[in-house]
């Protein structure tokens, strides 16, 4: 007895070993602050970027109602959400290694066998019940670090999970935005086009008076016709931006249809940036990277725990009997108990080159990471700086706006009193017009930065909802 006790002992103490190296996370190099949030106000409360419906902040209800139906019919959130279900199924997988195997089993079987020369053939009945069962101990943790792997496998796709959440809602609300934007540029050029039938009438009148030269008439209808091209263009953009729209809710687009808006809706809201080492738990790309390297480490772990002895324990047990009435008596029942050792002593370097891929994985998963916090960093600076250089290029341009209208108005005037000629009202009016589309273009831009600083910040996703992903199916999935 106590030589079992010591056994146990020994087996007990040798399933708490664990090869491979233990999990730490690599070090990104985080800076202390945004090089471009320099003149920046940081917004106050710290809350105020929404967690889940960020896409709120913009103030554009139809937007909102836009945005709830991306989650629910999105294609590209549904591969996401499989690929979950099946790095969860995988994880379980290597979990069940941690657990004796079970079976059992029952047959009858009538067997006939030809005897030598001249002897009749011989007719036996086996009847077999029996349960079996065998144990692989995790001596040197190779299934504790495949839990290990498959754990972190599956977080890393709910938060690849997330991050295609994320993109496809801003996607769409980008989207929106520039499809808005498309809108103001169709209303521009109504009221362009509008005005220039007014020049041409007026043109037209001054040449039946003899005070204007048949070239004016012609100039006049050239412009009009322009601004008429411009305005069909702008329509094909939209018809293309509403097209979008439907494919990231989840419809065919002849299903969706947007009502034109008299007016661009949504407001350009303030964001909380933060600082650069919070972008680390923020943005789930960077989690799904970082998962991705504490699956490779646990990898590690399984390769080098094959260069250890395999311990395996085996039960067996049941009856069996030749004879149907003596199947299940006392004298039929046998049982077997059993340890087996097994090591691998030759396998031409099959062991070390897996290893060695296992490490050199690691390695390039832990590059990978730091590319991945590398560009998230990238993004929050690119986009604080094109919100920082268009709000001061729309500034000019609002300036050079109110300008233009006033030359378009004088112009106007020369040319009904004959000062200047109707060239001179076409090129007022050309640079007026492109003024005023240049403006909404970057009033566009600046939204669209906005909806990207909002992505590249993590959309307010937190890397801690991972430890309570509850992922549950919903009807239609399978």
């Known amino acids: 007895m106590r030589r079992r006790g010591l056994v146990l002992a020994a087996v007990l103490a040798l399933g708490g070993c664990m090869v491979g190296p233990d999990y730490v996370r690599p070090d990104a190099g985080t800076p202390a602050a945004y090089k471009e949030m320099a003149g920046w106000k940081r917004a106050e409360p710290r809350d105020q970027l929404a967690r889940g419906e960020w896409w709120t902040m913009f103030g554009d209800r139809e937007l909102d109602a836009l945005a709830a139906r991306v989650d629910v019919s999105n294609q590209t959130i549904r591969i996401a959400e499989a690929n979950l279900r099946q790095a969860q199924a995988l994880a379980a997988q290597a ?65 690849d999970l997330e991050a295609a959440r994320l993109s496809t809602q801003a996607a769409l609300v980008q989207t929106y935005i520039a499809l808005r934007v498309a809108d103001a540029q169709r209303r521009l050029l109504d009221e362009t086009v509008a005005a220039y039938e007014r020049s ?3 043109t037209r009148n001054r040449y039946a008076a003899g005070v204007a030269a048949k070239v ?13 091209a411009q305005r069909v263009d702008v329509g094909l953009d939209r018809a293309q931006l509403e097209h979008a729209i439907a494919v990231l809710v989840g419809v065919p ?4 249809s947007i009502a034109p808006a008299t007016a661009v809706v949504a407001v350009l809201p303030a964001i909380p940036v933060g600082v650069p080492s919070e972008l680390l738990e923020r943005r789930p790309d960077i989690a799904a990277a970082e998962r991705a390297v504490a699956a490779a480490n646990a990898r590690i772990g399984v390769a080098q725990a094959a260069f250890y002895p395999s311990l395996t324990l085996s039960a067996a047990g049941g009856y069996r009997s030749g004879s149907f009435a003596d199947w299940l008596s006392a004298p039929s029942w046998f049982w077997s108990l059993g340890a087996a050792l097994a090591q691998t002593l030759f396998d031409g370097g099959l062991r070390r080159a897996v290893s060695d891929q296992a490490i050199a994985a690691y390695d390039g998963q832990v590059a990978e990471y ?9 993004e929050v600076e690119d986009n604080l700086a094109a919100l920082r250089i268009l709000a001061e290029e729309a500034r000019y341009l609002e300036e050079a706006t109110r300008a233009a209208r006033q030359s378009v108005e004088l112009t ?12 001179n009202v076409i090129a007022a009016q050309t640079i007026a017009l492109n003024n005023e589309r240049t403006l909404l273009s970057v009033q ?34 399978r």
């Open 216 to 228: 004016d008439v012609v100039q006049a209808e050239v412009q009009l016709q322009s601004a008429q």
């Open 444 to 477: 566009g831009r600046r939204f669209g930065a906005s909806v990207q600083l909002v992505r590249a910040l993590g959309g307010g996703w937190d890397a801690r909802a991972l430890e309570a992903v509850r992922l549950s199916a919903r009807p239609g999935d």
């Open 412 to 423: 106007t005037n020369q040319y009904n009193a004959g000062i200047v000629s109707f060239l």
């Open 253 to 256: 687009p002849a299903d969706l």
């Open 200 to 202: 041409l009438q007026l």
């Open 95 to 159: 979990r069940a290694g941690l657990f004796p195997t079970v079976s059992a089993g029952a047959s009858a079987v009538r067997t006939r066998s030809p005897s030598g020369a001249g002897a009749s053939a011989v007719t036996s009945n086996n009847y077999d019940l029996a349960a079996s069962a065998s144990w692989e101990l995790d001596v040197w943790g190779r299934v504790r670090r495949g839990v290990e792997a498959g754990e972190a496998n599956w977080q890393a796709s709910a938060a």
């Open 370 to 378: 730091r590319q991945t916090v590398l560009a998230g960093f990238q």
